[in-house]
């Protein structure tokens, strides 16, 4: 016969649902910090070979500057091609800044823009709250994950996921725990 105490948490469990059973926390926020983290892990994972790319629109520079001067005085087309790389690179280049720009302007104008979002984990999902909205998932509502160091990213769709920073966990422990359950129940490009 199990002891009382046994019989009451058995008896919470059933009354409270899957949510209740071995939870993990993490509350984070809803912030510029953690708006940037999110889009550089998403670039990194869904856009490898832009960021690669990125780097040799720097390259503009020096084969514009090369052109742009190597051309004779009658060869102004040249001139221009390569005075159009020269401003081209750059510009390229700071791209991703124009876009991360643009997401965190719209999501300031969000109303859940500075909100704490606590989170609560279990083996079969997980519950968020914030002031206003909560949400309950399984697992299986995901069809992607993303797992670094620093954060975890949970797809629904394809281009919208959820941000995990490892800070948010209570402990250390709590992270790797919630990653492996990641790891485990959602499958990576699913």
């Given at each position: 016969m199990p002891h009382d105490e046994t019989r009451l948490v058995e008896r919470k469990e059933a009354r409270y649902g899957w949510w209740r059973m071995k939870l993990l926390r993490a509350t984070s926020k809803f912030d510029v910090p953690t708006l940037k983290l999110g889009s550089?892990?998403?670039?990194?994972?869904?856009?490898?070979?832009?960021?690669?790319?990125?780097y040799f629109y720097l390259l503009l520079?020096?084969?514009?500057?090369?052109?742009?001067?190597?051309?004779?005085?009658?060869?102004?087309?040249?001139?221009i091609l390569g005075l159009m790389m020269v401003v081209a690179g750059p510009v390229l280049f700071i791209?991703?800044?124009f876009w991360q720009y643009r997401l965190i302007r719209g999501a300031k104008s969000s109303p859940q823009a500075g909100q704490?979002?606590?989170?609560?984990?279990?083996?079969?999902?997980?519950?968020?709250?914030?002031?206003?909205?909560?949400?309950?998932?399984?697992?299986?509502?995901?069809?992607?994950?993303f797992l670094s160091p620093k954060a975890i990213l949970i797809y629904p769709e394809k281009d919208l996921y959820f941000i995990?920073?490892?800070e948010a966990f209570e402990s250390q422990d709590d992270f790797l725990k919630v990653t492996k359950w990641c790891e485990t129940k959602i499958a990576p490009g699913g």
């Open positions: 550089a892990l998403h670039m990194r994972y869904r856009h490898p070979v832009f960021l690669v790319i990125r520079v020096p084969i514009g500057i090369l052109i742009a001067f190597t051309a004779g005085a009658e060869n102004r087309l040249d001139r791209r991703k800044y704490e979002v606590r989170w609560e984990f279990t083996e079969e999902g997980f519950q968020q709250h914030s002031e206003s909205h909560e949400s309950e998932f399984k697992w299986s509502d995901f069809s992607d994950r995990l920073p490892r």
